[in-house]
């Protein structure tokens, strides 16, 4: 199937700028055809699964769009992820193989043969024809989950495809724009709607692998910025204090938000110091985005838009039965069906019953009101396990089972207190065996950074004499939260 079409005539066009290098269509084709030979030299067929370390170089996206066009399946990893984490994905997804910009840096052992990409830039390596990209699965990318280990997100090239097409109608999103993103490529923000949405409208991406506010605003005008809240917060901050920053926001083509909700007070900060707005979708690993605010409105701060094209979306009661609500003020849980929807969990299946219903409806476990021109307000989510810290989605379950291993620990709690910066920010509340002789916070903390990556680390730890219960002995994690509030 034709996943990027202006590959299919490949001309000169910029399609992607990582620091001082532009690849064109055709220089991404012929990386294409030397990653197709070298694949089959080192017995990759299509359907293999193939790790990609997502490391800050230019090789990291031409690997991922070259896996795509030769029709391997990509598991794209976070860099930083810790041993405990690296050894979870290399036994569900069973890599084949770990591509690597600097194969040096992978943890030794787990994730299969790490192999260099050295061949994405050198002309004289030997080209085999691109098998093109196929119609099962594209990509597994690793998502938490209230309990237990992240689970394997399979995704697959039609559910890409329907909803990239969907959201370039939304965004009027055209061949010749350029997206600029400092957005990491193992989630779906970056690498599904800033790198392969852009390869499939034909226009460029500059990816700046690191997040730097002045860095970004310096490529910022005539371009579309895709950004979590956390940075657009921080461009806010660096704007107030460098004119410089704030008309290179007013200068961009569209200012575009997800991953997480962008407070109203970021919304008020951009529009006075850029003097436009920002525009908000919404969206799941799982079922890609559901909802986008229309670009040929004002942006609606506050608001994710009503579905996308194709998107059918239910707010549903307790038993999942739709509400038929257009007033704003119902809350009920967002239901989604439609073609953007996840193949399934990978080895999973009593997960992916446990979020998908024998009708096709994916509960997505946000909480949203919808006004009776049909646009989503969302409002919170079921779960208190769940945490989203600077876009990142975070089970407190994963966290409190590394804590819960050092042996001067007791029990353990984990939630996600209000943060300006990050939405929220991980603290963990801790019964030590002793109370008098606790362990430290920083041993705690190193123990998370050891097995997992380091924005699951707490930013606080709390020790207290008890967790606080119900009853039924169940732990109210409502009320830890509570404590944090400001
Ligand atoms: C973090 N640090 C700590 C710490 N926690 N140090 C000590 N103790 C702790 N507890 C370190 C970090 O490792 C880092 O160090 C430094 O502190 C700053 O960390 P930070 O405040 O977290 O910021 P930063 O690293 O700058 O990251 C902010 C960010 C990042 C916004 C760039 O959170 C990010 O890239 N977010 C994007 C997430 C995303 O793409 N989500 C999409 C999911 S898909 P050092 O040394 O490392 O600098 C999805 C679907 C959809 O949600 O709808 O899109
Ligand atoms: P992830 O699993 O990392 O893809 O995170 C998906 C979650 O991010 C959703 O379930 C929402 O809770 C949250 N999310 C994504 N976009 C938005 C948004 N625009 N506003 C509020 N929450 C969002």
Redesign the pocket.
């Known amino acids: 199937m034709s996943l990027f079409p202006c590959l299919a005539a490949p001309d000169d066009r910029p399609l992607l700028t990582v620091d001082a290098t532009t690849l064109t269509a055709r220089d991404l084709l012929a990386a294409a055809a030397r990653h197709a030979a070298f694949l089959a030299a080192a017995d990759i067929h299509p359907g293999d699964h193939i790790g990609v370390w997502t490391q800050p170089h230019l090789h990291t996206p031409v690997a991922l769009a070259a896996n795509a066009l030769c029709g391997v399946v990509s598991v794209p990893l976070n860099p930083k992820l810790g041993a405990r984490e690296a050894a979870h994905v290399a036994a569900d997804a069973a890599p084949r193989l770990c591509l690597a910009a600097a194969p040096d840096e992978l943890p030794v052992g787990p994730l299969g043969r790490a192999a260099a990409l050295a061949h994405l830039s050198d002309r004289t390596c030997p080209i085999a024809p691109v098998p093109g990209t196929s119609p099962g699965p594209l990509l597994i990318l690793y998502?938490s989950g209230t309990t237990g280990a992240p689970k394997g997100a399979v995704l697959s090239a039609a559910a890409i495809t329907s909803n990239l097409d969907a959201l370039a109608h939304a965004w009027d999103w055209r061949p010749g724009d350029t997206v600029l993103h400092a957005l990491p490529l193992f989630?779906?923000h970056g690498l599904v709607l800033g790198w392969f949405g852009s390869l499939r409208v034909g226009g460029r991406l500059h990816w700046q692998p690191r997040f730097d506010p002045a860095a970004l605003a310096a490529a910022l005008p005539g371009a579309i910025l895709f950004a979590v809240p956390t940075m657009f917060h921080r461009l806010a901050d660096a704007a107030e204090h460098d004119p410089t920053i704030a008309s290179a926001l007013r200068l961009a083509r569209l200012l575009i938000s997800?991953?997480?909700?962008l407070p109203l007070r970021e919304h008020q900060r951009i529009s006075a110091l850029a003097g436009r707005g920002v525009y908000?979708?919404?969206?799941?690993?799982e079922t890609l985005i559901n909802c986008a605010v229309p670009v040929t409105g004002p942006p609606q701060p506050g608001r994710?838009g009503p579905p996308l094209p194709g998107v059918e979306l239910n707010l549903c009661d307790d038993d999942h039965r739709p509400l038929a609500t257009g007033d704003d003020q119902t809350i009920g849980e967002i239901a989604v069906r439609g073609p953007n929807l996840f193949s399934n969990y990978l080895n999973n299946p009593t997960a992916t019953a446990a979020v998908r219903d024998a009708d096709g409806w994916f509960y997505?476990?946000?909480l949203a009101t919808r006004d009776a021109a049909g646009s989503l307000r969302?409002v919170g989510?079921r779960a208190t396990d769940l945490i989203?810290s600077g876009g990142f989605?975070i089970g407190a379950g994963e966290i409190e089972a590394c804590l819960a291993e050092h042996p001067e620990v007791c029990e353990v709690a984990v939630v996600g207190a209000p943060d300006p910066d990050l939405g929220e920010r991980i603290v963990a509340f801790v019964v030590a065996r002793d109370p008098a002789a606790p362990p430290s916070a920083a041993a705690l903390c190193d123990l998370v950074a050891a097995a997992l990556a380091p924005h699951k680390r707490p930013r606080a730890v709390h020790f207290v004499a008890e967790l606080p219960r119900n009853a039924m002995g169940k732990l109210l994690k409502a009320e830890l939260r509570a404590r944090l509030e400001p």
Not at 258 to 261: D, F, N, W
Not at 280 to 285: F, V
Request: aromatic letters at 4%; proline letters at 0%; glycine letters at 14%.
């Open positions: 998502t989630h779906v997800g991953s997480a909700a908000e979708r919404y969206g799941l690993t994710v997505t476990g946000d969302i989510r989203k989605k």
